[in-house]
């Protein structure tokens, strides 16, 4: 009995000639899920200015605002992967954008930061069933030769969103009111809706698993534990404190249970036997470290361009596009170096170039020239695209095309999850550090000033804009705590990228060998034995 080469064509013949149309619908919704976080980030500033210009968001319920929509959006990921294997990707990726559309309209009009906070974890539940299943639709219009040119332009279009996202949301922010950033959504999600429903074919696993409640309840309150226990030791400029101590303890605990749990289940939402294949593990720490670092970095680098070096949202927006263009540019075209140098070496050498502009923020100073801090994220931007595609395309390719909605449910629940903490422990190390180094500059104010002052650059700053001539002291002391605060975090980024390219160097394959017929299937099999 013979068996028909793997290579034979699986996809129909239908779906195959508009692959390319449908891939730019899938990267349409992607779009509006990346512009969201990117958007938001040069509308910060904003967003803590008191009202009417903002909501005077402080830096803990910035940090919030961002992390609802990453936690809500990590917890759900695996249920989601899950249940678009199950009723079909196409009714997932329709249905979450319009609760992702719904979300943005409401966010749009929040009153307060905590309305602020409660839309933006709304949103989350819309994008969680949004991105697993484009990456899902992808690997099953795509044949496999095809996947990895098909995953370069993917990646590519979260570097086109990191581009339009800024620029686009200081345009609205010289115009309109800060709420517009979030009203923007709402045309472009109307617009993919209409090109899904007439482009995009259905698929689903012909054997789905059985959803799996506990284990996702379990998953989002252990991360929301832990992220809020380390956002907490940053407000309060002490991680010895005991509620701070207690509640990342628990934490820990509850997503070791979560662990646990899934283990034992016949029917886990996360496959722990995944991480037996050490390709895939390590993939999984690449792409999860490189988004701790970037994250990190990029809330930080909103309040420097800013707040310390005076730019307006838009041309704060503009400082991202060398960011934005070296990931467009590389992104399709890292699997050339893939195919030449191997995913070792590849992944590796981005992960060591990210850490070397990371460690240049913390040499950065208020007159440092501004071409230089446009190198800098060019070069993060190239490195980042020597990462995502690469890792992208061992864990797509780890797991049968059938559980194309699980592997990417996964690859988006590390990226969100190291995206998450990054926020939460680099924003927590600014925090501290900026709270520390000011401090000793505020005695001169009333107990209650003195405290608000202390928060952030931006609360110092809007102090003493209150205090009007008196107030001008505290404008140098107050850029001097900053940089000192983004020097500090901007190495604590440079040691996890390093720490990323280790696990790289060690763990991930280097050149393939030769493809010959049906060996191609077993390869990344192969390579983790």
């Known amino acids: 009995m013979t068996t028909p080469p793997v290579s034979a064509p699986r996809i129909p013949e239908a779906v195959h000639r508009r692959r390319w149309a449908i891939l730019g619908v899938l990267m349409l919704s992607l779009l509006i899920v990346v512009l969201d976080n990117s958007i938001l980030n040069v509308a910060i500033k904003t967003i803590s200015t008191p009202a009417p210009t903002g909501l005077g968001a402080t830096q803990s319920e910035l940090e919030w605002a961002i992390n609802a929509y990453t936690l809500v959006f990590a917890g759900l990921l695996f249920t989601s992967g899950l249940i678009g294997d199950r009723v079909g990707r196409k009714k997932v990726l329709l249905g979450g954008l319009v609760v992702f559309g719904v979300g943005s309209a409401l966010a749009a009009e929040s009153g307060s930061p905590g309305q602020l906070i409660a839309y933006r974890a709304l949103m989350a539940l819309g994008a969680a069933f949004v991105m697993p299943a484009t990456l899902a639709v992808l690997m099953n219009v795509f044949e496999r030769e095809e996947q990895p040119k098909a995953i370069g332009i993917w990646a590519g279009g979260v570097g086109l969103a990191i581009a339009i996202g800024p620029i686009t949301g200081g345009v609205l922010l010289d115009h309109f009111w800060w709420g517009s950033v979030f009203l923007i959504n709402v045309p472009i999600v109307l617009l993919a809706l209409a090109l899904m429903i007439w482009l995009v074919p259905d698929s689903r696993d012909p054997r789905p698993g059985r959803l799996d409640p506990i284990g996702v309840l379990l998953s989002v309150v252990g991360l ?137 923020f913390a040499g950065f100073e208020a007159d440092t020239p501004i071409w230089v801090l446009e190198v800098v994220f060019f070069l993060m931007g190239a490195g980042m695209a020597h990462v995502m595609t690469p890792t992208s395309v061992v864990i797509m390719q780890s797991l049968p095309r059938e559980k194309a909605g699980s592997a990417s449910a996964l690859s988006n629940t590390f990226r969100q999850v190291g995206g998450a903490l990054g926020i939460a422990v680099l924003g927590s190390v600014l925090s501290t550090a900026y709270r520390t180094g000011i401090e000793g500059k505020l005695g001169h104010l009333p107990a209650g000033l003195r405290e608000t002052a202390g928060e952030s650059i931006e609360a110092t700053l809007g102090v003493a804009a209150k205090l009007g001539p008196q107030g001008r002291a505290l404008v140098a002391p107050a850029n001097d705590a900053f940089l000192h605060a983004m020097h500090v975090t901007a190495l604590c980024g440079t040691v996890v990228a390093i720490v990323g390219a280790l696990v790289a160097f060690v763990f991930l394959p280097g050149k393939p060998p030769a493809r010959q017929g049906g060996e191609e299937k077993q390869e990344l099999v192969a390579a983790a034995e």
Not at 233 to 261: C, H, K, M, P, R
């Open 224 to 360: 929301v534990l832990l992220v809020y226990g380390i956002i907490k030791g940053g407000e309060l400029a002490d991680f010895t404190d005991a509620q701070v101590l207690s509640t990342i303890a628990a934490g820990l605990v509850v997503l070791t249970a979560f662990v646990v749990f899934e283990k034992r289940s016949d029917h886990p939402s996360l496959d722990v036997t995944y991480f037996k294949n050490k390709v895939f593990s390590a993939a999984m720490a690449a792409i999860a470290l490189v988004f701790f670092a970037l994250m990190g970095v990029t809330f930080f680098a909103v309040f420097y361009t800013q707040s310390v070096r005076g730019y307006s949202p838009l041309q704060s927006g503009l400082l991202m596009l060398p960011l934005a263009a070296a990931q467009m540019i590389f992104a399709p075209r890292a699997r050339l170096i893939v195919d030449r140098f191997g995913n070792k070496v590849t992944t590796g050498v981005g992960l060591l170039l990210l850490a070397g502009m990371l460690a240049a």
